[in-house]
């Protein structure tokens, strides 16, 4: 039988994981409402978590951010061992990493460059590689856990293409951000780069040719995606390569100045547009 209560619990914690995805990122929740509803709520409670830790170390003013985040990632793992927890969006990030056995590396890269945040404002390559495997190929690889229903091969299959357009979207997310993180935050996620004064169109190309690559390796897989998340995961791609294009055309003095948008009628068209290559013509 089951619990009524319980179950009530878990349904609120999802909801809550779907508001703050919804509230923090028009675009990715975009991407979210166009998988199969199946695949909701997990993607959901995998955001949740992650925009959470983010903003302990990026928002929050006047607090001992250290022992929050240590805390933060305490109670993350006893809710995992335990099954539930009294903070909803641990709840249903937990109910998440037992029902499709999400690896707990990942889940432990993906903190580990949160709190790099917390310690460094630059990065040689190396750690720079490393925050991004944290940050963004790590949590691309829960939500692929996710997406091919707990079949390893596929996952293995996969997998190369799930971090190739994990670590793009990083990038972007790099160029577009630039004012906020070194004016807000004191950061720059450059390698090798200590100073926004260093920043030019060259470093900036270098990094552009890098997410060319990505972007084509990720759409290979992409197109082996079964038909449930197919559509979710190509509009997010089709979004971040229309940013991606505003931002090759922006000089990197502008971008140090403000910060690059795309319009919501242009990403109702991504929408639209994929709903056609994918559902209607199928050559995706």
Sequence with gaps: MIDTSEHLFTTVSFELSKTVTRRYSTSFSMGVSALD?????????IYGFVRIADEIVDTFKNINKEKLF??????????????????????????????YNISKA??????????????YSAHDRER????????AEAVGLMCL?????????NYDELEPYAKALGSAFQKVNFLRDIRSDFEERGRLYFPDIDDEIELTNENKRKLEEEVKNEFSKALIGIKQLNNGVKLGVYSAYEYYRALFKRIVNTDI??????????????????LINSYLKVKILRII
């Design 70 to 99: 240590n805390e933060f990632r305490k109670q993350t793992y006893q809710a995992i061992e335990d099954g539930i927890s009294t903070n909803p969006i641990l709840h249903s990030f937990q109910k998440v990493v037992n029902d």
């Design 128 to 135: 720079y590689d490393q925050y991004i495997f944290g940050s």
């Design 106 to 119: 990942h889940i432990d890269a993906f903190l580990n460059s949160m709190q790099m945040d917390l310690y």
């Design 145 to 153: 856990k996710v997406f091919v229903d707990g079949n390893q091969e």
């Design 253 to 270: 003095q502008v971008l140090k100045k403000q910060r690059i948008r795309v319009p919501d009628l242009i990403k109702l068209i991504i």
């Design 37 to 45: 509803k199946k695949y909701q709520d997990a993607i959901y409670g």
